[in-house]
């Protein structure tokens, strides 16, 4: 065995959204993990654990699988946080003039790399992303995350209406490019190739159906888009599709809904969308910090999930306002209180991990502690400031004492990173002593 990580380690047995939270969450209070080649080749109490050649103790901090975005636009990175608009102007305004510069190769490379070494700091192991129209941005988010030995899903977002002329491309080159890059990716390492048509209102019926074409083409593959975020969109699109029943329609009708489909924000369902989705089998992702930042509507999480929905939980960076999965479960806390139901600690954690995975139909590769299971793993320190220690030492059981990382923590709680089984190297992080 290579390595053993010694901390409070945190296993879910099952969905904590279908009992008692707690009961399908253990934590192991002096817990280890250990690591052989790659994956988690034991997990259980450290008095019990099997020699290894080097030994990390975390002492009180939380050893958890990587957290895993399940949307993201790295494209976005440097546009974060942009003032003042809602979506339609805010992709008009500050996302589809960015996204143009990444017809250079060099600048996706840069910013490829910025994000993925932004993602890790941050504690996200595995994310799904939409690049943007240019093959090159494809090219390059593969290359930075297979460097970094990354399992991460990404696709080129396709759009043949309503976007600039330099953000456009057609029914065919969507389908030829999207094959190429996906015979080029999908599978290779840890990679896997996403079809991306961006919205209904940014494809013709045509495109729509071309990519509807490729994934009956390539079924094993995930299709990922956006569906009702909000209100005005969903206005355009009955406006751009009158024959269409809802917004989900717009997609069925072209091939656009199975069960390897990944729809995010999802906030202003009708009856008919929730019942076929489930139906299906498909994914709803909740981006509860963009959806609170674009000014979207507040995500039925406790409805869906009581529903019998596949939910998976993403920051939306830079629609959302942070890289932080961290400030992403505090959010879905939030905007649960203000819909009625508040999220337990344990439904948290597991949204952003083994939720998420499920949710892109990895949760038997990433997403837990388990034997077997990648080694993709995040310490989490749960007293990284003041405020927060301050509050997490009165904590009279683990969730009490995790809450408020939740709640205040950021990439300062991030003790440390492993993936696929070596420690990630961070310029500015404390060494970690090992022995
Ligand atoms: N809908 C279509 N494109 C986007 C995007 O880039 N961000 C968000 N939040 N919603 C979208
Ligand atoms: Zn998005």
Redesign the pocket.
């Known amino acids: 065995m290579d390595t053993l990580l010694k901390g409070q380690v945190l296993q879910f047995s099952g969905d904590p959204f279908a009992g008692d939270p707690t009961q399908a969450a253990q934590v192991e209070r002096k817990g280890a993990v250990a690591l052989t080649d790659g994956r988690i080749s034991w997990v259980g109490p450290a008095d019990q654990a099997p020699n290894a050649a080097t030994t990390v103790d975390y002492g009180e901090a939380l050893i958890s699988a990587g957290f895993i975005d399940a949307h993201v ?1 790295y494209p ?1 990175t440097a546009m974060i946080a942009s003032w003042g608009k809602r ?1 339609i102007d805010w ?1 008009n305004t500050y ?1 589809f003039p960015e996204e143009a510069r990444f017809s250079d190769p060099n600048y996706a490379a840069d910013i490829s790399g910025r994000y993925l070494d932004l993602a890790l700091s941050h504690g996200t192991t595995t994310m799904c992303s ?1 690049c943007t129209i240019h093959p090159e941005s494809v090219d390059a988010f593969f290359d930075a995350a297979q460097t970094r030995k990354m399992r991460v899903l990404a696709g080129k977002t396709c759009m043949d209406r309503n976007a600039p002329d330099t953000l456009r491309d057609t029914a065919k080159s969507a389908y030829d490019d999207s094959k190429a890059l996906l015979e080029r990716w999908h599978g290779k390492d840890r990679l896997s190739y996403v079809i991306t048509p ?2 209904s209102p ?1 494809s013709t019926p045509e495109q729509l159906s071309a990519l509807g074409a490729l994934w009956s083409e390539h079924s094993d593959c995930l299709m990922q888009t ?1 569906l009702s ?1 909000q209100t005005e ?1 969903i206005a355009w699109v009955k406006s751009l599709f009158p024959q269409a029943r809802d917004y989900l329609d717009t997609y069925e009708a072209f091939g656009l809904l199975g069960a390897n489909g990944v729809y ?2 999802a906030i202003h369902l009708e009856p008919r969308e929730i019942d076929r989705i489930r139906d299906i089998g498909a994914s709803l992702i909740h ?1 509860p910090t ?1 959806n609170a930042f ?1 000014g979207s509507g507040l995500f039925q999480m406790a409805t869906l999930k009581a529903k019998g929905l596949t939910v998976g939980l993403a920051t ?1 960076t830079g ?1 959302g306002s942070s890289f932080s999965m961290l400030r992403t479960m505090a959010c879905a806390y939030e905007i649960g209180q203000l819909a009625g139901t508040a999220l337990h600690p344990a439904q948290l954690l597991w949204l952003a991990t083994q939720g998420s995975a499920d949710a892109l139909h990895l949760g038997d590769k990433i997403g837990g502690l388990a034997q077997g299971r990648e080694a993709d793993i995040v310490v989490v320190d749960l007293a990284s400031t003041p405020a927060i220690a301050q509050r997490s030492t009165r904590a009279e059981d683990v969730w009490e004492q995790v809450f408020p990382t939740i709640m205040m923590g950021d990439d300062r709680a991030i003790r440390d990173v492993w993936v696929a089984g070596q420690q990630v190297q961070q310029p500015d992080r404390p060494s970690t002593k090992t022995q």
Do not use: A, K, M, V
Request: aromatic fraction near 10%; charged fraction near 20%; include cysteine.
């Open positions: 636009h976005q979506l992709l996302t939409y961006r919205f940014t956006h975020e969109e995010g924000h981006c963009s674009i939306d629609g």
